[in-house]
């Protein structure tokens, strides 16, 4: 058995290989009222004026008799964007965040969401008839050839070097996106 050993220009190739670029498959925008009716159309007309298009309603999964939620009631309006607007948005919601992110907005599958209180922190002009809304960001990272897991014919698994993981998508938010990663540690009880 003799010993591997990856010389420079090796590990230069797997670096500039386009393969593994990490890139934004989709951004998923979320404002959740928790209640149907007036609120959640103002609701809605405040999304789609932030991602130009028009948001899908979201639904219940289940009665919470504490908050007066039905099962299958509207409560909430989300819009998926892609392409440049997803990274445009991105950029914008970060910048009220200071782009910093606690280590524990990373999942492990390489994905990362934040929210904002107030949705007028992204531009967006405060209108007294609508109000203010929280905003939840969530963001899918993904490498080219994702869709050999998920076509009809010819399917097949990706490898688990070509998944995204934790640490992947934290190196990509500092260097992509100049960002800090802040390491969470839970609060000590008090004595």
């Known amino acids: 058995m003799g010993l591997f050993v990856v010389t420079m220009e090796q590990h230069k190739k797997k670096q500039d290989n386009k393969m593994r670029e990490i890139q934004i498959e989709k951004l998923v925008l979320n404002i959740s009222v928790g209640k149907s009716g007036d609120e959640l ?4 007309k405040v999304l789609q004026d932030l991602a130009d298009q028009k948001p899908v309603l979201s639904r219940a999964k289940y009665t919470i008799r504490s908050f007066s939620i039905k099962r299958n009631e ?3 309006v989300h819009a998926t964007v892609r392409g440049e607007k997803a990274m445009e948005l991105l950029k914008r919601g970060l910048k009220v965040k200071d782009l910093e992110l606690r280590s524990s907005c990373f999942t492990q599958n390489g994905n990362f969401g934040f929210g904002l209180d107030e949705h007028i922190d992204m531009g967006i002009k405060f209108d007294p008839a609508t109000g203010t809304y929280g905003l939840d960001f969530y963001v899918v990272l993904t490498r080219p050839g994702l869709r050999v897991k998920k076509r009809k014919r010819g399917r097949s698994h ?5 998944k995204v993981t934790k640490e992947d998508a934290m190196k990509w938010f500092k260097e992509r996106l100049s960002g800090t990663c802040l390491l969470y540690t839970s609060p000590s009880p008090r004595d």
């Open 41 to 44: 159309t103002k609701a809605s």
């Open 74 to 76: 509207t409560i909430a």
């Open 158 to 162: 990706i490898g688990s070097r070509h």
